[in-house]
């Protein structure tokens, strides 16, 4: 370990403060406040944005049509371990929070717009800042940083505005790295006719009118979260309302919407609409099933050095999915072992590519048993299995539990479990359903491919052809995608840091130190959230309690000003 003087406080940045970045700071505060020692702390965060801690995803100036993804009982930015009950400041949940500050959006089974979360992210941000030890000392720099630099003793930092800045611990939690497009829109198609867009946030900027007129004809690269946003964008962000009576949707135009919106991608297969929990009704026996496969999977995970995904994991969750879903359709004993239905419905899901009728169908079915509409099906039982099993597959799979090998079909079967387990709100998928309906969204060239002339663009299918106006890509950027001149990308290129081999993430240890190319831990360095992904499992997300990387980290840098000695006194 370094030697810090006592005299000489202890120098941490934080790079990136979004959520993680500020669920890292609030936990080296709270080290510090509970470690005695006099060495002081200076931390400084580089966030760019106006609002640590909410960032740009949570940026509470956005529009209140981009909704949450989980609902508001889910959200919560303190840790609340049993040891720190009595917290010296308020620390409200975000349904405590909403009670007070917007009691209409206080459900906690609703999915709030994003905007009040970020909000809430940056009131906690605040209490951190205004209570901080007293031997911390917290200044904000809104800047983005573009280099960090190891020199002998420090590393150093270097903003986009020329600035450096030594520290002897830097963090990076750069989570989306700000909004910026995905690899694939290098390669957009364009024509003389067609406006290219290659990225949909800000969706107020990105997808105002002047981008996307009234009346275009409108094609969506990508179906997934992103292109739900967007056509909310371009519907209900152009002033049309949505109503719901009896879990029916219904949208009023207001003539500001593109004539029609195409949705288009490589499968065709559309994400499930998660159930609303109050509305799914489960016998009480379905727990002893979740613990069941909990258990089987965390027995894996303590057994072996590594975990085998096709031979051992996945057959406990689709076992466990069949036993969910045969106590949902109160099948006797005996019928039990003859088949999985689940698995044979996975294994047709992922073997068909869906046509816009196969997809409209499923969106349709997934809507009716998330809203009780209709007894929850296949789908259910597995996308629930997933869900509930998901903190003990994280045990089986992180730092790189998971055999090398076994990546390839990990991530396969990973990124169609999304589609499945981590689809939007019911709600949303309400409201798309709605716009099918009239017109508005029309997935006749789901399956279809983008051709382009020199002047003209059309969306092609066996059966349909549409020419376009506007093409928008709708794909986020992977979460491995580092562009060369990036932070992250220059690290890499450096061998400060690697990727791990088959997860593709950058490799950390628990305390969310990295390993440099030579497979050596970087003291001073930590990588926290989305760019370890693959390393960490389902680390992108607003769960505080799915990992403890910032709680290690945090421990280890207090740690740190507790081992310094005092200086000596000299008479
Ligand atoms: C559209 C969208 C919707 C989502 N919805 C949900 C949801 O409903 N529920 C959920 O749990 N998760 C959701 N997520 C996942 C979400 O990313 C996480 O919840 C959370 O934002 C992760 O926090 P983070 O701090 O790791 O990353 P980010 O939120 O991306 O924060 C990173 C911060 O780093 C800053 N930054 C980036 N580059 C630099 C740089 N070079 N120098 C300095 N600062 C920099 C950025 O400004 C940003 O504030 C969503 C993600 C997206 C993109």
């Given at each position: 370990m370094e030697s810090y003087s006592i005299s000489s406080p202890l120098r941490v940045a934080i790079v990136g403060c979004g959520p993680k970045g500020f669920y890292s700071l609030e936990r080296l505060c709270h080290e510090l406040s509970t470690l005695s020692s006099k060495q002081k702390v200076e931390i400084t965060l580089f966030e760019p944005t106006g609002y640590p801690a909410s960032g740009a995803v949570y940026d509470p100036k956005q529009p209140h049509y981009l909704r949450m993804n989980f609902a508001s009982r889910h959200v919560d930015a303190w840790l609340r371990e049993e040891t720190e009950i009595d917290a010296a400041y308020p620390q409200p949940t975000f349904v405590q929070w909403l009670k007070k500050q917007y009691p209409l959006f206080s459900d906690p089974d609703g999915f709030a717009p994003r905007a009040l979360v970020g909000e809430y992210l940056y009131w906690c941000y605040q209490q951190v800042a205004l209570h901080l030890p007293e031997r911390v000392t917290l200044r904000w720099k809104r800047d983005k940083v573009i280099d960090i630099v190891r020199q002998k003793t420090a590393w150093t930092v270097l903003s986009e505005n020329g600035q450096t800045n030594d520290f002897d611990e830097v963090l990076i939690s750069t989570g989306h790295g700000g909004w910026h497009a995905a690899a694939n829109s290098r390669q957009l198609p364009t024509a003389l006719h067609l406006t290219s867009i290659d990225c949909i946030f800000p969706t107020e900027e990105k997808l105002s009118e002047s981008a996307v007129p009234p009346d275009a004809k409108t094609a969506i690269c990508g179906f997934g979260l992103s292109c739900m946003d967007a056509i909310l964008a371009l519907t209900e962000g152009r002033g049309g309302t949505f109503h719901c009576e009896d879990h029916r949707w219904s949208y009023q135009p207001n003539g500001q919407e593109p004539s029609v919106i195409l949705p288009f991608s490589r499968t065709g297969r559309p994400m499930l609409a998660k159930p609303i929990p109050a509305c799914v009704c489960l016998p009480t026996t379905i727990n002893s099933v979740w613990q069941a496969g909990r258990n089987q999977l965390r027995q894996m995970a303590t057994q072996s050095q590594t975990t085998q995904f096709k031979e051992s994991l996945w057959p406990v969750i689709l076992q466990t999915a069949k036993n969910a879903f045969?106590?949902?359709?109160?099948?006797?004993?005996?019928?039990?072992?003859?088949?999985?239905?689940?698995?044979?419905?996975?294994?047709?899901?992922?073997?068909?590519?869906?046509?816009?009728?196969?997809?409209?169908?499923?969106?349709?079915?997934?809507?009716?048993?998330?809203?009780?509409?209709?007894?929850?099906?296949?789908?259910?039982?597995?996308?629930?299995?997933?869900?509930?099993?998901?903190?003990?597959?994280?045990?089986?799979?992180?730092?790189?539990?998971?055999?090398?090998?076994?990546?390839?079909?990990?991530?396969?079967?990973?990124?169609?479990?999304?589609?499945?387990?981590?689809?939007?709100?019911?709600?949303?998928?309400?409201?798309?359903?709605?716009?099918?309906?009239?017109?508005?969204?029309?997935?006749?060239?789901?399956?279809?491919?983008?051709?382009?002339?020199?002047?003209?663009?059309?969306?092609?299918?066996?059966?349909?052809?549409?020419?376009?106006?506007?093409?928008?890509?709708?794909?986020?950027?992977?979460?491995?995608?580092?562009?060369?001149?990036?932070?992250?990308?220059?690290?890499?290129?450096?061998?400060?840091?690697?990727?791990?081999?088959?997860?593709?993430?950058?490799?950390?240890?628990?305390?969310?130190?990295?390993?440099?190319?030579?497979?050596?831990?970087?003291?001073?360095?930590?990588?926290?959230?989305?760019?370890?992904?693959?390393?960490?499992?389902?680390?992108?997300?607003?769960?505080?309690?799915?990992?403890?990387l910032p709680s290690e980290w945090a421990k280890q840098i207090a740690e740190k000003t507790a081992s310094q000695k005092e200086p000596c006194v000299v008479h």
């Amino acid at each position: 370990m370094e030697s810090y003087s006592i005299s000489s406080p202890l120098r941490v940045a934080i790079v990136g403060c979004g959520p993680k970045g500020f669920y890292s700071l609030e936990r080296l505060c709270h080290e510090l406040s509970t470690l005695s020692s006099k060495q002081k702390v200076e931390i400084t965060l580089f966030e760019p944005t106006g609002y640590p801690a909410s960032g740009a995803v949570y940026d509470p100036k956005q529009p209140h049509y981009l909704r949450m993804n989980f609902a508001s009982r889910h959200v919560d930015a303190w840790l609340r371990e049993e040891t720190e009950i009595d917290a010296a400041y308020p620390q409200p949940t975000f349904v405590q929070w909403l009670k007070k500050q917007y009691p209409l959006f206080s459900d906690p089974d609703g999915f709030a717009p994003r905007a009040l979360v970020g909000e809430y992210l940056y009131w906690c941000y605040q209490q951190v800042a205004l209570h901080l030890p007293e031997r911390v000392t917290l200044r904000w720099k809104r800047d983005k940083v573009i280099d960090i630099v190891r020199q002998k003793t420090a590393w150093t930092v270097l903003s986009e505005n020329g600035q450096t800045n030594d520290f002897d611990e830097v963090l990076i939690s750069t989570g989306h790295g700000g909004w910026h497009a995905a690899a694939n829109s290098r390669q957009l198609p364009t024509a003389l006719h067609l406006t290219s867009i290659d990225c949909i946030f800000p969706t107020e900027e990105k997808l105002s009118e002047s981008a996307v007129p009234p009346d275009a004809k409108t094609a969506i690269c990508g179906f997934g979260l992103s292109c739900m946003d967007a056509i909310l964008a371009l519907t209900e962000g152009r002033g049309g309302t949505f109503h719901c009576e009896d879990h029916r949707w219904s949208y009023q135009p207001n003539g500001q919407e593109p004539s029609v919106i195409l949705p288009f991608s490589r499968t065709g297969r559309p994400m499930l609409a998660k159930p609303i929990p109050a509305c799914v009704c489960l016998p009480t026996t379905i727990n002893s099933v979740w613990q069941a496969g909990r258990n089987q999977l965390r027995q894996m995970a303590t057994q072996s050095q590594t975990t085998q995904f096709k031979e051992s994991l996945w057959p406990v969750i689709l076992q466990t999915a069949k036993n969910a879903f045969w106590i949902i359709e109160d099948r006797p004993e005996s019928a039990q072992d003859e088949c999985n239905p689940v698995a044979d419905w996975f294994e047709h899901w992922i073997q068909t590519e869906a046509d816009d009728q196969a997809s409209h169908a499923a969106l349709k079915q997934s809507y009716r048993v998330a809203t009780g509409q209709t007894l929850p099906d296949e789908a259910w039982a597995l996308g629930e299995t997933w869900r509930q099993l998901y903190p003990a597959l994280i045990e089986c799979v992180n730092h790189g539990k998971l055999a090398e090998a076994e990546w390839e079909e990990f991530h396969l079967i990973a990124r169609e479990m999304e589609r499945i387990a981590f689809g939007p709100p019911a709600e949303n998928v309400g409201r798309i359903l709605a716009l099918i309906e009239l017109g508005i969204v029309d997935l006749s060239g789901l399956r279809g491919h983008l051709r382009t002339t020199k002047h003209y663009a059309t969306i092609i299918t066996q059966t349909f052809r549409c020419e376009v106006d506007c093409l928008i890509n709708a794909i986020i950027p992977a979460s491995n995608d580092h562009s060369p001149d990036s932070l992250l990308g220059k690290l890499l290129e450096r061998g400060a840091l690697r990727k791990m081999p088959g997860a593709g993430g950058i490799e950390v240890d628990p305390a969310a130190r990295p390993l440099n190319a030579k497979g050596e831990t970087m003291q001073g360095l930590a990588v926290l959230g989305r760019p370890t992904e693959g390393c960490i499992l389902g680390n992108d997300t607003l769960n505080r309690r799915l990992h403890t990387l910032p709680s290690e980290w945090a421990k280890q840098i207090a740690e740190k000003t507790a081992s310094q000695k005092e200086p000596c006194v000299v008479h």
